[in-house]
């Protein structure tokens, strides 16, 4: 059987501003792309225990490549109250 047309990745995009991940909850999956938009001063990090650790530069945007199903919460290492979900199906 021929392999259909490739899907098409989706980018999801959480806004960072005052210390808040927003949406604090998304889904997404293999193969989309997760693009967070720093609107704060300081830097804020995207980081899951035994999952992934991406920088956001203060005023920048960084993006990850979602590559293995489940569910991850993430927080920010330098303001660990800022925490958020992302679901990968
Ligand atoms: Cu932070």
């Known amino acids: 059987m021929l ?6 990745a989706e980018t999801i995009r959480v806004t960072i501003e005052k210390l808040v991940f ?7 999956v293999v193969g989309d792309v997760i693009e967070w938009q720093n609107k704060d001063v300081m830097a ?4 899951a225990k035994d999952g992934f650790d991406v920088v956001i530069p203060p005023g920048k945007t960084a993006t990850l490549t979602v590559t293995k199903a489940g569910v991850f919460d993430y927080y ?9 979900r992302l679901q990968v199906r």
């Open 3 to 8: 392999p259909g047309p490739p899907v098409r």
């Open 22 to 28: 927003s949406p604090a909850e998304i889904s997404a």
């Open 44 to 47: 804020h990090t995207a980081t």
């Open 76 to 84: 920010c290492r330098f303001h660990p109250n800022m925490k958020a």
